[in-house]
Nanobody, 115 residues
Framework: QVQLVESGGGSVQPGGSLRLSCAAS????????MDWYRQAPGKQRELVAT???????NYADSVKGRFTIYRDNAKETVYLQMNSLKPDDTAVYLC?????????WGQGTQVTVSS
């Protein structure tokens, strides 16, 4: 099993930046990839960014060029740097750890972009 704890959410004005953190513990050596999803009220859950165990990254078109996913292996933490935030980025952001036989989700952190 893997336990995930997200942090770093908050309220920010349009154009601002936030950095989300996802601290992992447990069977982290079996993790194949880490994802950030987001869930906004009335909208489908959206896969925002992925980083694989090999370091490859992938982004949703809606965040390309604005968001960066990266990790610190020593701290067993994955980050999502979010720049040039827009009101449409408002959502609960959730971290996911994908293992060969299961996926584990964090509890989520709220991001609100509003003037």
């Amino acid at each position: 099993q893997v336990q995930l704890v997200e942090s770093g959410g908050g309220s920010v004005q349009p154009g601002g930046s936030l950095r989300l953190s996802c601290a992992a513990s447990g069977n982290v050596f079996s993790v194949n990839a880490m994802d950030w999803y987001r869930q906004a009220p009335g909208k489908q859950r959206e896969l925002v960014a992925t980083i694989t165990s090999g370091g490859s990254t992938n982004y949703a078109d809606s965040v390309k060029g604005r968001f960066t996913i990266y990790r610190d292996n020593a701290k067993e933490t994955v980050y999502l740097q979010m720049n040039s935030l827009k009101p449409d980025d408002t959502a609960v952001y959730l971290c996911v750890a994908r293992l060969p036989l299961a996926s584990y989700w964090g509890q989520g952190t709220q991001v609100t972009v509003s003037s």
